[in-house]
């Protein structure tokens, strides 16, 4: 690593003092001295300018949570470029010249908020707050440069911004009040606008279009005013026009090659290759070239006879501009090459990283996946290079590709521009790429394809195929292409063409990235649609001697369906003659709303740095079951800055502790069993210097067997933890003796990160006296902190308080290993008597944490042939990693929900947790039953198939009707479930759109469309009254103000939000009136984990209870002065605790384990491309029964989060786990969550009226968890898709898809002759890249 110096960052001009001048925000000029060059803008934003709402989600590009608005003055057109960034990659040193923008300069509540700020936060669409400021930014960009954007602009520039929360609809709602047209689709099919019409041309859903009262009032909007807007900085204007003698800036092209005479120094540009290898991959430059745009030449836009030269330094919007500029000016068939271009930098990667990347840095990184190189490639491009030596061209070919030395850039050359040519008449280019999500998501395969006929004749003069994703670098079908010249453009050649091709890119079973038969496939798929797209061309242009195509087959040209996004969302209005003041019922902003889009939210990390801190950096195991021969501590001791490093010796007599049933070690230094695992914490004066010395730990491993990863393996070694879970019901050996058929199936599931957007962060500080101690942590369990901080310290949990002002997201995932961490962290601040702070960056976070289980389900089902179900036996095995952490539970509500909303008369279900060498899997929200209700559905599924019916119709059939009993025998009261069921197929038109979507299958070959409903019985409760305890504390001040505190933690679902609402009904006060601080086991003791849906019922019930209990205090004192104010009333305040009486026999197999039950459906509708297997969600409608919703803005956006986070573990999320054990998945380029590409086109949310009044916070339902099933919903479309496919090709078995059904599972399920065409590897002659757990 470099050290920290100007010398060595700008080596090109010697001798000058470096300076770094740039504006921050509206106010702050920053000069900077002694940059160092491998300082990004975010540390630098929030550890040096304090500037803390920019935040960290992953410092790789990949989630968008930096945005920052980089503007810079071109002295030479004259003209200020505003475009987004990502600061976890901005070099400081690169900004010399430019203004930054970060949140704190668009708006704040001290001042004034920005006008996108106020809308983001009053459309809803807040929940953690922690992609928040991101998004503010990217918006407020667009707006700067198109102040009244379209939408496709809009989800553009959203596109490289991620949301684990709030599934963006509120966002795009936001978004859409800038628009001209807000609300409306913009693309009028055949004149008619997307709210004229319904889908398919169907009529609109009867219920959708009564009128509910809305979730945000526009009226009360401020305008956009640009010209109210900051200005760019006039001093750094005038300083881009007349740069100072004395600073290192590159400001001819002549100075840079006296740089690049060091054939060490690469140049950076966008530093969105160079910064994540550094970052990730261990890169070493001792000396790097840091340009800005400065450099005429490389900028340079040259339209030639031949073609367009395009500068070498333009970003890749720039160039996506410039195209879109040239193929409106120029015909069809001279921009082939540009509009294919133009394609892939649709969709590759997000805004802010087009904005950085350079056409140059591109090109020459040569990615392997690159979108561009392969176009570019067979588009016959060049480059033009020069070097102190003169000018020279290459070709960008094959060689240059493969980096053949010979056709490579020589040291101390420059890549100048690029020669893009025109194409031909009779010349026709195309590109493709399939990705595991339709934006910012590497392309598995990508290619660019072109022929060229000659004048008329039909016969392959020119053919040029190269592909990117299958190689070590793009690969060119070369020999294939040569052996093609002169043959005809038809359905032999096409034959001939897919042989040639397979055989010349050979991937072998074990390549890098896995997905081996899917990539044979995609690269003979991706050439029979060019081959129909030159077809179709061909006809177009001379239609008798080119038949074309039939009509069936065009459908593999169209784009999936692409409509843009518009929602509804329906819910009841309070009753009229509720008192105005009341705001329970009513959609009321997130009361961090605001903070969160202005960044003013205070998160863990963006808490200051205290003096004397120190920070902690983990060391983990890299073997999945090894023991550890050695440790040498000795290097990474003698590192600069290095304090101390904890391990299993320090904490000898505390290194473990048991919160639930079996005991879980801190630290582990004798025998690991995952990759991973904690072995020792080093503690140094800086993150970077702990980082740098946790790598200098050197431990001798000695593997052990076995290695369990997988739950087959695990079934076969018998590795499962203690205590398997059984319920049964009526007698169902019997029951399979009466039944017509019996049906015998199985699915594996696919676990899920939680990618909270915060990582796991704390801070421990030593309060100097009595051994009390400060813990500040990002946790969903303060007591369990308190706990396990206080038995690891050896003191009573009085001196330990734990605070927790709010969470950016946790979805589970922030409760046991926190507290691990904590611990561990609390232990070294102790030790020193100095504040520890420890913060994973993302890829730690996702490796050391676990997550949702992968589940095997195996199950037999007895039915009769109109396809009653009378008997199901049902297996579940999850995985449950190393350690036994939460599976039991898990295990134990999937079991005890397997029933779904079915009254199966005979029911087993058995579940065992298995006990593998994989990080430790935990709580993930709906804990267990996305899981268990998928298996149930898949069965119903196949029992349909098996009967000839819907699923639907089955999934009536077997339904609970109105009274009933559980298999557990608790009693349900199924009329809500019913009703959903009902309303939801009333709502999406589903008998119309089945027929339509039939007629659409019928019609078209390659693109097939899916509809399925599910239907949801989500029971409420712990299984333990104990665990259904809540308190609340609430403090009335003599000045009448109120503070409330109560055990519930906000990590987005806004809890604090509704507690306010509470103790304003309560005490009839306004919200204003009454504060919530934050959470903290200092003010309320013992509280429960937040978790389980559960948070604002119990919380509310205490706040409720503790509101009531001051008010008959206060009573005799009101009466006696019944016009007086809280002021004149108050001296008193009260504590209180209320919860549920729920329990669970396991013995017996019955019990009330639950509270009631949260009932809905939804319906979703896809369309399937059956030879990339890309689905699109087009539309979904979901019904639920929430009670009496007490804020139904906050309750929709749970509701769609929730389903929003289902469909992306049902369909992109996967996790990726090599042969041993290591997980490969571990950031957002790896690991695919839904972004706002994947929203479905349309998504329309009802709640069904209240009808029961029940013993809950004012009849209302506890939300968080039971949308993530729903999502399952888009499974079983896609499922109907694909099972349409295989009917037509004649494939009329059993259908078998595991979950999460990716674009690969898709295409290789869609089976046709190119799947039979492809080589296939003799399963156990290879060992795979990765391997399914
Ligand atoms: C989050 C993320 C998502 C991405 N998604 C995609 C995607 O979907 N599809 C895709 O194709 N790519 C994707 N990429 C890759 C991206 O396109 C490249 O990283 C980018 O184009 C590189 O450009 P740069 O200017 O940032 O290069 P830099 O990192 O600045 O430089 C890269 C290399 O090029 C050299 N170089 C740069 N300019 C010159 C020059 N003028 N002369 C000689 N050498 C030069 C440098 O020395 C260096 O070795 C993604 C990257 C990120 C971080
Ligand atoms: S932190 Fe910069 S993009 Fe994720
Ligand atoms: S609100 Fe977007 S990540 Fe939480």
């Known amino acids: 690593m470099p050290s920290p110096g100007c010398c060595r960052s700008v080596a090109a001009l010697p001798g000058c003092p470096h300076r770094l001048a740039s504006e921050v925000c509206p106010c702050l000029h920053v000069i900077e001295k002694n940059v160092d060059p491998e300082t990004m803008l975010l540390p630098y934003l929030r550890k040096k300018l304090q500037l803390t709402g920019t935040k960290y989600g992953c410092g790789g590009g990949g989630c968008g949570a930096c945005t920052v608005m980089i503007s810079r003055y071109n002295p030479i057109t004259k003209r200020i470029r505003h475009y987004p960034a990502n600061a976890c990659l901005l070099p400081i040193c690169s900004l010399h010249g430019a203004a930054v923008t970060t949140v704190e300069g668009v708006g704040s509540t001290k001042a004034r908020i920005h006008p996108v700020q106020e809308r983001v936060a009053k459309c809803h669409g807040t929940q953690c707050g922690f992609c928040t400021p991101g998004m503010v930014m990217s918006i407020y960009t667009l707006l700067r440069n198109h102040p009244e954007p379209t939408l496709d602009q809009l989800t553009d520039a959203l596109g490289g911004n991620l949301c684990r929360c709030t599934g963006y609809r509120p966002i795009i709602d936001a978004c859409k009040t800038f628009c001209k047209t807000s609300g409306c689709c913009q693309s009028k099919e055949n004149g008619v606008c997307c709210l004229d019409q319904g889908i398919n041309e169907l009529p609109e859903f009867e219920e959708g279009n009564k009128t509910s009262p809305k979730l945000f009032s526009e009226e009360e909007f401020l305008p956009l005013d640009p010209t109210q807007e900051l200005i760019f900085p006039p001093e750094l204007m005038i300083m881009a026009e007349k740069q100072p003698q004395r600073t290192r800036v590159f400001l001819t092209l002549k100075e840079l090659l006296e740089a690049k005479e060091n054939p060490q120094a690469p140049i950076v540009m966008g530093n969105t290759s160079v910064g994540p290898e550094v970052r990730f991959k261990g890169a070493f430059h001792p000396v790097i070239i840091s340009l800005n745009e400065c450099i005429e030449e490389l900028s340079v836009v040259n339209h030639a006879d031949d073609g367009l030269t395009l500068g070498a330094g333009l970003s890749l919007a720039q160039v996506k501009e410039i195209l879109a500029e040239v193929i409106q000016k120029l015909p069809e068939e001279k921009t082939q090459t540009y509009h294919a271009l133009l394609k892939h930098l649709g969709t590759l990667a997000g805004c802010q990283i087009r904005n950085m990347a350079s056409l140059g840095g591109h090109i020459v990184s040569r990615h392997l996946d690159s979108d561009l190189n392969p176009l570019l490639a067979v588009g016959n491009c060049t480059l033009n290079l020069l070097s102190k030596e003169g000018e020279r061209q290459i070709p960008l070919n094959e060689q240059f590709l493969t980096k053949c030395p010979s056709a490579d850039l020589k040291p101390g ?6 020669n893009i040519p025109y194409s031909r008449k009779w010349e026709f280019v195309s590109a493709f790429r399939q990705a595991q999500r339709q934006q910012n998501a590497l392309a598995i395969v990508n290619s660019g394809m072109r022929v060229f006929f000659g004048e008329g004749g039909g016969i392959i003069r020119e053919l040029s195929i190269a592909y990117g994703g299958v190689g070590p670098t793009t690969i060119c079908a070369k020999n294939s292409c040569q052996k093609l010249i002169g043959r005809p453009w038809n359905e032999e050649m096409l034959d001939a063409a897919c042989r040639l091709i397979l055989d010349e890119v050979s991937l072998p079973g074990w390549a890098p990235g896995g997905k081996v038969e899917f990539k044979r496939t995609l690269l003979i798929s991706f050439f029979f649609k060019f081959y129909l797209k030159v077809s179709q061309i ?86 999945a079951h090894a023991e550890i021969v050695s440790i040498d501590l000795s290097e990474a001791l003698s590192l600069p800055g290095v304090v101390d490093i904890v391990t299993e010796e320090d904490l000898r007599g505390v290194n473990s502790f048991c919160l639930l049933i079996e005991p879980e070690k801190l630290l582990e230094t004798q025998e690991v069993s995952c990759v991973g695992q904690l072995v020792c914490a080093v503690v140094a004066d800086s993150e970077v210097q702990a980082k740098q010395a946790a790598k200098k730990v050197k431990i001798v491993y000695q593997d052990l067997e076995p290695v369990i990863l997988t739950i087959e393996e695990a079934i076969r070694h018998h590795s499962f933890f203690q205590g398997e879970r059984k319920l049964e ?29 915060e990582t796991q962060s704390m801070l421990a500080v030593p309060k100097g006296e009595d051994q009390e101690m400060d813990v500040y942590v990002s946790s969903q369990f303060p007591k369990y902190i308190q706990d396990i901080v206080a038995a690891t310290l050896k003191v009573p949990a009085n001196k330990i308080m734990c605070h927790v002002k709010r969470v950016g997201g946790a979805f589970g995932g922030k409760v046991t290993k926190t507290g691990i961490m904590a611990a561990i962290t609390a232990f070294a601040a102790n030790k020193h008597g100095r504040p520890v702070r420890c913060i994973l960056e993302r890829g730690e976070d996702m490796l050391i944490t676990g997550g949702r289980h992968p589940y095997l389900g195996k199950y037999k089902a007895g039915f009769m042939n109109d396809g009653r179900i009378l008997a199901l036996d049902v297996e579940h095995y999850c995985n449950g990693g190393s350690t036994l952490d939460e599976s039991l539970f898990v295990l134990e509500t999937g079991v005890l929900k397997v029933d779904n909303a079915y009254k199966f008369p005979n029911l087993r279900c058995q579940g065992w947790a298995c006990k593998t060498n994989l990080p430790s899997n935990t709580a993930l929200r709906g804990f267990g039953f996305p899981q268990s209700g998928l298996i149930t559905e898949n069965c119903i599924t196949e029992v349909a198939a098996k009967c000839g019916l819907s699923p639907e119709k089955v999934r009536m059939m077997n339904m609970y009707k109105e009274i009933d009993q559980t298999p557990y025998k608790q009693e349900i009261d199924a009329t809500n479930l019913i009703q959903c069921w009902k309303e939801c197929m009333a709502m999406s038109s589903y008998s119309l759109r089945k027929v339509a979507v039939e007629k659409f299958n019928s019609e078209n070959y390659w693109k097939k469309k899916g509809l399925a409903m599910v239907p949801l019985k989500f029971p409420v409760g712990f299984g333990s009254t104990a665990a259904c305890q809540a308190a609340a504390l609430v403090h009335i001040y003599l000045d009448g103000s109120v503070l409330v505190t109560h055990g519930g933690i906000e990590m987005g679902q806004g809890v604090h939000t509704k507690m306010i609402q509470v103790a304003s009904r309560e005490l009839r006060m306004p919200m204003s009136n009454v504060h919530l601080r934050g959470t903290s086991t200092e ?7 937040s978790g389980a849906s559960l948070v604002a019922d119990l919380n509310g019930l205490a706040v409720k209870d503790a509101c009531q209990t001051l008010l008959k205090r206060l009573e005799p004192i009101i009466s006696k002065n019944p016009k007086g104010t809280w002021k004149d009333w108050v001296r008193i305040n009260s504590v209180s605790s209320r919860g549920y009486e729920t329990h669970m026999n396991w013995e017996t197999g019955e019990g009330h384990p639950f509270e009631y039950f949260v009932f809905g459906a939804a319906c979703s509708e896809v369309e399937i491309d059956c030879l990339t297997g890309a689905h699109k969600n087009i539309r979904t409608d979901i019904v639920m029964d929430i009670g009496h919703s007490i804020n139904p803005a906050l309750d929709v956006g749970q509701i769609e989060g929730a389903f929003i986070q289902g469909m992306g573990l049902y369909t992109i999320e996967e996790l990726k786990y090599s042969p041993q054990g290591v997980l490969y998945t571990r950031g957002p380029d790896q690991y695919k969550i839904p972004a706002v590409s994947d929203v479905p086109t349309e998504l329309h949310v009802s709640f069904l009226p209240p009808s029961q009044n029940s013993n809950t916070l004012y009849s209302s339902k506890g939300l968080g968890e039971p949308g993530v099933f729903l999502g399952c919903s888009v499974f079983f479309a896609i499922h109907d898709a694909v099972r349409a496919a295989r009917q037509e090709r004649g494939l009329l078995g059993p259908l078998k898809l595991d979950s999460p059904l990716t674009p690969e599972k898709i295409r290789m399920a869609c089976e046709d002759k190119f799947t039979k065409m492809i080589p296939r590897d003799e399963p156990g002659s290879y060992v795979p890249w990765n391997i399914p757990v």
């Open 729 to 757: 019901y009526g007698n169902v050996d019997e029951a399979f003796k009466v039944v017509d058929q019996i049906l015998e199936g199985e699915i594996h599931m696919g676990g899920q990160e939680h990618f909270y957007m």
């Open 538 to 623: 061909l006809k177009t242009m001379d239609p008798v001697r080119y038949p074309g195509l039939a009509d069936k087959y065009e459908s593999a040209l169209e784009d999936l369906h692409s409509r843009n996004h518009w929602g509804t969302s329906k819910y009841q209005d309070v009753d009229p003659k509720q008192l105005p003041q009341d705001p329970i019922g009513r959609p009321i902003m997130h009361l961090s709303g605001i903070k969160h889009t202005t960044g003013e939210a205070i998160y863990c990390d963006d808490m200051p740095v205290l003096d004397g801190e120190l920070f902690l950096a983990f060391v983990t195991s890299s073997r």
């Open 413 to 418: 050359e420059i890549l100048v521009s690029v």
């Open 1083 to 1089: 003010t309320v003791p013992n509280a429960n984990v």
